[in-house]
C-alpha cells in the first residue's frame, strides 16, 4: 500500500498556525463586535434561553463566529506558507510580503466601495485598517513567532 503526500504544501509549524489564528480571529471580532454585542442584548431581553437560542440571531452569531475563525485559520496557514516559501526571516521583508498580499486581496476592493460603490470613507478606513492588520500584522506576528517547522530547521 503505497502512502499518499501532499508535497507541494509547505510545512508551517502547528503553534504558528494556532496563535497566528487567534490574532486574526480577535483582529475580526474587534470589527465585528458590534454585532455580537446587539445579539447579547437581544438574549438578555428573551422571554428564555431556549427561545433565543432557537432565534435566527442566535443562528447566524454562531455561523459568523465559526466561519471567522476557520476563515482565520486558513488565511494564517496562506501567510506562514507564502512566508516560510519565500524564506522570509526579517521583519522588514515580512512587512513587505504581508504589503504584497494585502495589494493583491484588499486594494481591489476598497477601490471599488470607494469609487463604485460611493461607500462612506469611515467604513471603507475601517475595513482598510482591518486588511492591514489581516495581512501586514498577521505577517510580522508570524515572523516574530516563527513558521517554520523543527525537522526544517536541521536542513
Known sequence: MTS???DYLPPVKPSAIALGTVFNHAA????LTPIFG??????QHA???????????????AVLYGS??????????????????????SYK????????IFAATSVPQLVT???????????????????????????LFLTWWGTMPAHDLLR
Do not use: M, W
Request: net charge neutral; proline share 1%; glycine share 8%.
Open 68 to 89: 471567522t475563525l476557520v476563515g482565520s485559520g486558513i488565511q494564517t496557514y496562506a501567510v506562514a506558507a507564502v512566508l516560510n516559501h519565500c524564506g522570509v526571516l
Open 113 to 139: 466601495q470607494v469609487f463604485q460603490e460611493r461607500r462612506p470613507a469611515e467604513l471603507v478606513a475601517v475595513k482598510a485598517a482591518v486588511s492591514a492588520v489581516d495581512t501586514i500584522g498577521l505577517s
Open 47 to 61: 422571554d428564555s434561553k431556549e427561545e433565543f437560542i432557537k432565534s435566527k440571531e442566535a443562528a447566524s452569531a
Open 38 to 43: 446587539e445579539t447579547y442584548r437581544r438574549a
Open 28 to 31: 475580526n471580532l474587534a470589527v
Open 4 to 6: 499518499y503526500t501532499i
Open 93 to 100: 521583508g515580512a512587512a513587505y510580503i504581508g504589503g504584497l
